[in-house]
Structure formats: C-alpha cells, structure tokens
C-alpha cells in the first residue's frame, strides 16, 4: 500500500500524514482502510476463506460514502421487511 499510495476506488493520491489535536476533520485524501466487500456480502466470506485480501487503501471520502451507501441499503432492506 505504501508502495502505491492512492485510493482504491477513485486513484487520488491519498496522504498519511495526520496531526492529532487538530480540530478539523480529516481531509478528504486521508488514507484510511477500507474492507473490499462490505459486511453481510457473501463475497467476503469466500475471500477470507480463500486468503485473498480483504482491506485495501482507500481516500477518507470514498470510505465514508461507501459506508453511508451500506447503511441506506440496510435500512431499506428492515423497512421492507
């Protein structure tokens, strides 16, 4: 990952630099760790299975999206059930 520093889904370049007690939040190119396949996805239960590698590098803002996706898909899926 420290050979290739850019996020998985987008390419931007992502940095890894941080300085604690900083009030603002996190830049959007802030590397941060990202599970390929979110949580429930049978996906990710063959790749563990497999060994194949589950957590990739992704920018702050592609994590939190693709998160904020997951949560709306998993509330829609408790509404209809």
Not at 45 to 52: L, P, S, V, Y
Not at 68 to 76: M, P, R, T
Request: contains cysteine; hydrophobic residues 30%; charged residues 30%.
């Amino acid at each position: 990952m420290r050979e290739n520093p850019h996020c998985c889904w987008c390419g931007v370049e992502v940095i890894w630099y941080y300085i604690p007690g900083n009030a603002k939040p996190l830049p959007d190119n802030f590397a941060t760790l990202d599970h390929l396949y979110q949580e429930g996805d049978p996906k990710r239960i063959k790749a563990w299975k497999k060994g194949e590698r589950q957590i990739v590098l992704a920018c702050n803002k592609c994590n939190h999206e693709r998160g904020k996706k997951y949560e709306e898909v998993l509330k829609s899926k408790s509404v209809a059930e």
